[in-house]
C-alpha cells in the first residue's frame, strides 16, 4: 500500500465517480432476469480463486486509477472555462481577485510594506499586472491580465516546489484538497444530470392515466384512518390539471421533461462554439498586428487547450435525449438527484475557498522567504 501513497488524490476521485458510473449502466443498460445474476469474465474465470483477488484487485486499482486522472483533468478545465460557468467564479477569477487584492489593493500589507518577492517587479508601488488592471476593461486587456497573473502564479508556485516535500506540508495539502474537491463537483454534477435524465424520461414514458385530471381531488373523500397526504408536487399538479386539459398537460409536461438534455446539449455547443471563436480572435490578431520581427504563429496553439469540458456537456446532452427506460424507479432517481444536487454545491462552495486559501498560501508563503533571503544577505 505504500506504492500507492502517491497516487491517494487520484485514487479518491476515481472511487468518487463509481456512484455516477453505476447510475450510468442502471440506466442505459437492461438489467438481467433475477437479481442473482452472476457477471462473469471469460478470462479471468479460467483463473484460480487465488489469482482471481489479485487480478481483480489490480483491475479495481487500475480502474479507479484510471477514473481519477480523466476526471481531474476534465474537472480542471471545467472549473477554468467561464462560458460553461457562466459567470460564476472560475479557477482564474478567483486567482485573479486573489492576486489583486494581494498586489494591487493599496490597504493590502504587501503593497503597504513594499514586499513583493520576485518575479513580481514595483512600478510605481504597485506589481507591475497592476497597471493592466487600471486600464480600460476591455477583454483583450483582461486577457492580458489573466494571463499576466497565471504566469506570476506559476512561476512562484514553482520557486516553492523546489524548496523540498517537508517544507511544503500546509501548500501541499491545499494542493490536494483543490483536486480532490474540482473531482468531487464533477463527479456529483454528473451524478445529478442522470438522475435528473433518468426522471425525466419517467415523466415521459407514464400512462395517461397516471397524470392528473380535473376534478382527480375531489373523486375521494377523506379517510379518519388513512388521511390523504397532499405533496406540494401534487398541489401543483392539480393546480395545472383545472386549469389545463389532460392531453395539453401531458403535451407540456413532455416538453419541459427534455428541458435538462436540451439546455445541456446547447451550452455544450455554445461553449465549444466560443473555445474556436477566441483561438480565431487571437489568430486574426496576430496576423492584423505582424510585423517583421514578430515570431511566426504558432501553428499547434489550439492544441494546448482540447476542449474536454465542452465534448463532455454535448455527450451529457446527447444521452439526456436518447436515454432508455431500463430502470422504472422513480424513488431512486429524485432522492439521487436531490442528494447529488445538495452535495454538488458544497463541493463547489468548498473548492471555491480552498483556491483561495491555496493562493493567499503560495504568496504569503514565498514572501517569508524571500524576506529570510534579504535579511540573511543583509548581514
Known amino acids: 500500500m505504500e506504492a500507492l501513497k502517491f497516487a491517494f488524490d487520484t485514487l479518491i476521485i476515481g472511487a468518487l465517480a463509481l456512484p455516477w458510473l453505476w447510475l450510468f449502466m442502471r440506466i442505459f443498460f437492461q438489467r438481467g432476469a433475477t437479481k442473482h445474476d452472476k457477471i462473469t469474465f471469460p478470462l479471468i474465470d479460467l483463473l484460480s480463486p487465488s489469482t482471481q483477488e489479485y487480478v481483480g ?91 499576466a497573473i497565471t504566469e506570476v502564479f506559476r512561476l512562484q508556485e514553482s520557486k516553492l516546489l523546489l524548496e523540498g516535500e517537508e517544507k511544503l506540508g500546509r501548500v501541499r495539502e491545499f494542493h490536494d484538497q483543490i483536486e480532490i474537491l474540482r473531482g468531487a463537483a464533477l463527479n456529483t454534477a454528473m451524478l445529478f444530470a442522470l438522475s435528473c435524465f433518468g426522471l425525466c424520461k419517467l415523466y415521459r414514458t407514464r400512462k395517461p392515466a397516471d397524470l392528473p385530471v380535473q376534478g382527480a381531488q375531489n373523486e375521494s373523500l377523506p379517510n379518519a384512518k388513512n388521511p390523504p397526504q397532499i405533496t406540494f408536487f401534487a398541489k401543483l399538479k392539480n393546480f395545472f390539471a383545472q386549469k389545463i386539459s389532460p392531453s395539453k398537460l401531458r403535451i407540456l409536461l413532455t416538453c419541459v421533461s427534455y428541458a435538462p438534455a436540451v439546455a445541456c446539449l446547447a451550452l455544450g455547443v455554445w461553449a465549444m462554439t466560443q473555445h474556436y471563436m477566441r483561438q480565431y480572435r487571437a489568430d486574426n490578431y496576430l496576423s492584423q498586428h505582424k510585423t517583421e520581427t514578430a515570431p511566426p504563429r504558432n501553428p499547434y496553439e489550439a492544441q494546448k487547450d482540447p476542449p474536454l469540458a465542452e465534448s463532455l456537456l454535448i455527450l451529457l446532452g446527447v444521452g439526456g435525449l436518447l436515454v432508455p427506460l431500463a430502470d422504472d424507479n422513480p424513488r431512486l432517481f429524485r432522492n439521487v438527484c436531490l442528494m447529488a444536487g445538495v452535495l454538488t454545491l458544497i463541493a463547489y462552495g468548498s473548492w471555491w475557498w480552498t483556491e483561495v486559501l491555496y493562493d493567499q498560501q503560495v504568496i504569503h508563503s514565498l514572501t517569508v522567504q524571500y524576506n529570510k533571503i534579504n535579511s540573511n544577505s543583509g548581514k
Open 57 to 147: 484487485l489490480a483491475l479495481i486499482i487500475g480502474i479507479g486509477y484510471f477514473l481519477g486522472c480523466a476526471v481531474s483533468r476534465i474537472s480542471s478545465d471545467f472549473f477554468d472555462d467561464d462560458e460553461i460557468l457562466l459567470g460564476m467564479p472560475n479557477h482564474v477569477s478567483i486567482q485573479k481577485g486573489v492576486y489583486l487584492h494581494e498586489y494591487c489593493d493599496p490597504h493590502s500589507v504587501l503593497v503597504e510594506t513594499q514586499v513583493l518577492p520576485l518575479p513580481v517587479e514595483i512600478h510605481g508601488g504597485k506589481a507591475d499586472f497592476c497597471n493592466e488592471f487600471e486600464k480600460d476593461g476591455s477583454k483583450e486587456k483582461d486577457e492580458v491580465l489573466e494571463q
